[in-house]
């Protein structure tokens, strides 16, 4: 059984972690990954809940028109007092949580949030529940830090470590897993595959950050 990670299209706000629509890139990202994936044959579809998960499986599935699965389990890492906030702001307020962070000494949890190990302990279970539900092919849509997290249990790492996989990962990128029910366990095929994107550069992650 293949899943096909994607992360959600690029969002209409530079805020931490705010709950809003896809903006005009966002769609566009989303409509390329559909297009990307249609060979492959997808039978299903989930998404977390939160609004830009949701778009970019609505979009994508334009391609597909599989049934659409809401996981609240697959949303993105708790930013906790961090949410709404800009960059700015975070470094100003928060500044020593991030330098904390990238020392990537102990899995540090977001002041009020949660941290890597928490993020799988909730993600994981229910792509486990996906990978034995009889699908062949499927597509979900979560988020960066999910992605990280989950991949870093998945590949026995240190939680703290997650920040390592993946330096940008893509809106609109594919990241593959193989599961082998015999071996119970999951195999990295791919990762932040952003191929269907690099024709057009302003869908690129570096034309969006300052």
């Given at each position: 059984?293949?899943?096909?990670?994607?992360?959600?299209?690029?969002?209409?706000?530079?805020?931490?972690?705010?709950?809003?629509?896809?903006?005009?890139?966002?769609?566009?990202?989303?409509?390329?990954?559909?297009?990307?994936?249609?060979?492959?044959?997808?039978?299903?579809?989930?998404?977390?809940?939160?609004?830009?998960?949701?778009?970019?499986?609505?979009?994508?599935?334009?391609?597909?028109?599989?049934?659409?699965?809401?996981?609240?389990?697959?949303?993105?890492?708790?930013?906790?007092?961090?949410?709404?906030?800009?960059?700015?702001?975070?470094?100003?307020?928060?500044?020593?949580?991030?330098?904390?962070?990238?020392?990537?000494?102990?899995?540090?949890?977001?002041?009020?949030?949660?941290?890597?190990?928490?993020?799988?302990?909730?993600?994981?279970?229910?792509?486990?529940?996906?990978?034995?539900?009889?699908?062949?092919?499927?597509?979900?849509?979560?988020?960066?830090?999910?992605?990280?997290?989950?991949?870093?249990?998945?590949?026995?790492?240190?939680?703290?470590?997650?920040?390592?996989?993946?330096?940008g990962i893509e809106n609109g990128s594919i990241?593959?897993?193989?599961?082998?029910?015999?071996?119970?366990?999951?195999?990295?095929?791919?990762?932040?595959?952003?191929?269907?994107?690099?024709?057009?550069?302003?869908?690129?992650?570096?034309?969006?950050?300052?």
């Amino acid at each position: 059984m293949r899943l096909y990670l994607i992360r959600h299209g690029r969002q209409c706000s530079k805020l931490c972690n705010v709950d809003v629509d896809l903006s005009e890139e966002g769609w566009r990202q989303a409509a390329l990954v559909g297009e990307r994936l249609f060979p492959s044959k997808i039978d299903v579809v989930y998404s977390s809940d939160m609004v830009r998960a949701v778009q970019t499986a609505e979009a994508a599935n334009l391609y597909w028109n599989v049934e659409h699965i809401i996981r609240p389990e697959l949303r993105e890492i708790c930013f906790g007092e961090l949410e709404g906030m800009s960059d700015e702001a975070i470094e100003e307020k928060y500044g020593y949580v991030k330098r904390e962070m990238d020392r990537m000494e102990k899995d540090v949890p977001y002041p009020g949030g949660e941290c890597a190990a928490d993020v799988a302990a909730r993600a994981l279970p229910a792509l486990k529940e996906i990978a034995v539900s009889g699908s062949k092919n499927a597509a979900v849509v979560t988020h960066g830090g999910v992605i990280r997290s989950v991949l870093a249990c998945i590949l026995g790492m240190n939680p703290a470590k997650s920040r390592l996989i993946g330096n940008g990962i893509e809106n609109g990128s594919i990241t593959e897993l193989l599961y082998e029910p015999e071996k119970d366990r999951f195999t990295l095929l791919r990762l932040n595959d952003y191929a269907h994107l690099e024709k057009y550069p302003e869908l690129l992650r570096e034309s969006w950050i300052d």
